[in-house]
């Protein structure tokens, strides 16, 4: 736990070993943060979480200036270092790994699907603030159960009944707002032909229409969004034979997938989601 140094006077000094520094000097992070002090309902990869329980345990003591000794402290590494080798954990680890490949896969065979029939898309997006309180219902609610089967019925309704022929798949993708307030935001792909297409619904009336039936069936406002993916991408148009579509197809997954790998909001299960679409994805 401690390292002897030299001090000016050639006297030998203790000091924190280059470990425990790490930790004290992370704890106020840790539980300063919002994502890792337990005031958001997120969830992170496994071998993170226990980390932070791990600085969440040990921090106060070296932070507070009262130091364990070192036995204490060995058995504390010792019981984190053992935790990483149970099979308790490994399931964890595999259960969460297994659901970013589902995820991934689902993501890749609906991109190659929807190029097979279609030239290209644009997306445009709506922003629904969820009026649901996580802190009481995020142990026995899962975003499965609260976007369930019977509302990916309801959209697909909407659109096939509502005139929004343009519209060939829509995507969902949890986040939180800068509230820390759930919030589904759900990414519509619109066909498109050219890259000269006129931008936006080709039916405003139909658009409109199915705006309002989504927020009935969700209970809250949806707002249209400005800037592509909160401004992740400069462009929310992707055509197949564009040099740059693979590079745009990249960035589009990153953010409605990879960030999956590291944080799930609300539960383990994924954050993105298909809720409709025009082709099937065999």
């Given at each position: 736990?401690?390292?002897?140094?030299?001090?000016?006077?050639?006297?030998?000094?203790?000091?924190?070993?280059?470990?425990?520094?790490?930790?004290?000097?992370?704890?106020?992070?840790?539980?300063g943060?919002?994502?890792?002090?337990?005031?958001?309902?997120?969830?992170?990869?496994?071998?993170?979480?226990?980390?932070?329980?791990?600085?969440?345990?040990?921090?106060?003591?070296l932070?507070?200036?009262?130091?364990?000794?070192?036995?204490?402290f060995?058995?504390?590494?010792?019981?984190?270092?053992?935790?990483?080798?149970?099979?308790?954990?490994?399931?964890?680890?595999?259960?969460?790994?297994?659901?970013?490949?589902?995820?991934?896969?689902?993501?890749?065979?609906?991109?190659?699907?929807l190029?097979?029939?279609?030239?290209?898309?644009?997306?445009?997006?709506?922003?629904?603030?969820?009026?649901?309180?996580?802190?009481?219902?995020?142990?026995?609610?899962?975003?499965?159960?609260?976007?369930?089967?019977?509302?990916?019925e309801?959209?697909?309704?909407?659109?096939?009944?509502?005139?929004?022929?343009?519209?060939?798949?829509?995507?969902?993708?949890?986040?939180?707002?800068?509230?820390?307030?759930?919030?589904?935001?759900?990414?519509?792909?619109?066909?498109?032909?050219?890259?000269?297409?006129?931008?936006?619904?080709?039916?405003?009336?139909?658009?409109?229409?199915?705006?309002?039936?989504?927020?009935?069936?969700?209970?809250?406002?949806?707002?249209?969004?400005?800037?592509?993916?909160?401004?992740?991408?400069?462009?929310?148009?992707?055509?197949?034979?564009?040099?740059?579509?693979?590079?745009?197809?990249?960035?589009?997954?990153?953010?409605?997938?990879?960030?999956?790998?590291?944080?799930?909001?609300?539960?383990?299960?994924?954050?993105?989601?298909?809720?409709?679409?025009k082709?099937?994805?065999?």
């Amino acid at each position: 736990m401690f390292a002897k140094q030299k001090s000016q006077n050639s006297n030998q000094a203790l000091s924190l070993s280059k470990p425990v520094e790490l930790i004290r000097s992370v704890y106020p992070l840790v539980t300063g943060s919002p994502v890792t002090n337990g005031m958001l309902s997120v969830r992170l990869k496994p071998e993170n979480e226990l980390f932070i329980q791990f600085i969440k345990q040990i921090g106060p003591m070296l932070n507070g200036g009262i130091y364990c000794n070192d036995q204490y402290f060995s058995y504390q590494i010792m019981g984190y270092q053992y935790t990483l080798i149970t099979r308790q954990f490994n399931e964890k680890l595999m259960a969460w790994n297994a659901e970013q490949v589902r995820t991934e896969e689902l993501f890749d065979l609906t991109m190659k699907a929807l190029y097979k029939n279609y030239a290209g898309f644009e997306i445009h997006e709506l922003y629904l603030p969820i009026l649901f309180t996580l802190s009481t219902n995020a142990t026995t609610y899962s975003k499965q159960q609260y976007l369930d089967q019977q509302k990916k019925e309801m959209i697909a309704l909407f659109i096939n009944e509502g005139g929004n022929n343009d519209v060939v798949a829509v995507f969902s993708k949890w986040e939180l707002t800068p509230q820390g307030q759930l919030a589904l935001r759900l990414v519509f792909l619109l066909e498109r032909q050219f890259i000269n297409d006129p931008v936006g619904w080709s039916d405003e009336n139909a658009f409109t229409a199915l705006h309002g039936n989504l927020e009935s069936l969700f209970n809250c406002k949806a707002y249209p969004v400005s800037m592509p993916l909160n401004g992740f991408m400069q462009t929310n148009r992707f055509l197949k034979n564009d040099p740059k579509c693979k590079d745009l197809i990249k960035l589009l997954k990153t953010y409605l997938v990879g960030t999956d790998t590291i944080l799930r909001i609300w539960d383990t299960q994924s954050s993105f989601d298909v809720l409709f679409s025009k082709f099937t994805t065999n």
